[in-house]
């Protein structure tokens, strides 16, 4: 196996979610093949992040090139580090930073594997027409989620209204914050508002890390059909495709 | 804030453990000063070891330097690649590697803090006199945790009888893989041949990062007192000692 460098601590309990998704999917492929001792785990190196420094860095909005440049270096040098620790493949263990992505990992060596990449392929093997991306306001704001989408024939989009925005926006702090009520129904109503039936074959995108806990039983699956509505689980699709990278 | 290097993966659920303490012990050590922002968690660089490769380089016994070495090896380069990271201040997030702790630490110029001396000072603290060792193989023969206990005042041994620590072992790869039962009368058990009573302070110290496992109230307590029985858990004294050091 190859080894593994996650640029982690945005937020630090997804980055636990990953880290704990690799170790299971390593133990899982080793099992049954005859091997001594505990099961082997890749090696990886995690570069985690201040949250609240990289928070401060964020721009303000798609254009603010000078905040945006200091953000996108904080991710650039913790991919440095990573790589000269021997990391072969890397990943950003965050939706946010890939908004920034082309920037960030510019002069970086090894490969690193893009979440919305790896979410616009789930999409296509999934044979998804639609969907709706619902994250932090970087997300729903920036052009880069739906322009990957449509590289790969998948119409992405973000609620359109400011209060379905917004709404979402605070549910993310309340649920890494560890204090919300009835977050699957109050997603449930922002995805009635922003994805009027269409026939066409759709799903909807917890592009933020903490959304997924909505869903307790979404946590350790790629994607789960709750009520009708089929919902993806960005954390685990990205942390499948790293492993998959890491054994071939 | 320091940087907090650690070196996991063995194991992983420990890595974990140690990961998440680390970021809960900032979170409430930054409460209700006015941080704008989420709260700030230390920056970490953690090298994750496969535990199947640690685990085939171990000694067969105290006096198999040829292995042991290659063993420290593995160790020593994880610490060089967090210093080489920025790391501050490193931690092994396991006991066993501390019975090779000199060795592994040769050569490294940070602060490498101890797991074995964060329990004799945490003994300390308690003002426990006896403490009954818990762990794995090397841990419960080799002498370097109760020869650093004795530096501290405090009398340190393992389980005598081959049987009683044959039971640890099992019961600590049981833990590992989620298979086990009644694993806290099996470790009491174990208490009551080991440690007869003595009128002094006593203690046992679960000092493998599975062992707590056998008891869920403990898992985010330094220690605990069941049934009668004070537990000190080796992997929250750590985390705690490591994250003071972060911030004085």
């Known amino acids: ?128 027409d639609e969907l709706l991306i619902l994250g932090t306001a970087p997300t729903m704001a920036m052009p880069v989620f739906s322009d990957t989408l449509k590289r790969f024939g998948v119409d992405g989009f973000a609620p359109t209204s400011e209060v379905d925005r917004e709404s979402v926006v605070k549910l993310i702090s309340e649920l890494y914050a560890d204090v919300s009520d009835n977050a699957g129904e109050r997603i449930r109503r922002v995805v009635d508002n922003a994805m009027p039936e269409t026939g066409k074959n759709r799903a909807v995108c917890l592009a933020c890390t903490e959304l997924p806990l909505a869903f307790p039983q979404i946590a350790k699956a790629t994607s789960l059909s709750v009520d009708g509505v089929l919902y993806m689980n960005t954390t685990m699709i990205h942390a499948k495709a790293a492993f998959k990278a890491l054994t071939t």
């Not at 390593?26 to 001594?36: E, L, P, R, V």
């Not at 580090?81 to 920037?103: C, D, M, V, W, Y």
Request: aromatic fraction near 8%; glycine fraction near 8%.
């Open 1 to 128: 196996m190859k080894k593994l460098g996650i640029v982690g601590g945005v937020a630090w309990p997804s980055t636990i979610e990953y880290y704990g998704a690799i170790c299971r999917l390593s133990i899982a492929f080793h099992a049954n093949k005859g091997i001594s001792g505990p099961p082997p785990v890749p090696e990886m190196s995690i570069e985690s992040l201040n949250i609240n420094k990289s928070f401060g860095l964020r721009g303000n909005n798609a254009n603010d090139n000078e905040s945006w440049a200091r953000y996108d270096e904080y991710f650039r040098d913790a991919l440095q580090r990573l790589q000269k620790s021997g990391a072969e493949i890397a990943i950003i263990a965050s939706n946010t930073p890939h908004n920034r992505f082309r920037s960030i990992t510019r002069g970086i060596d090894i490969e690193v594997i893009s979440i919305f990449d790896a979410v616009a392929k789930e999409c296509n093997r999934l044979n998804i």
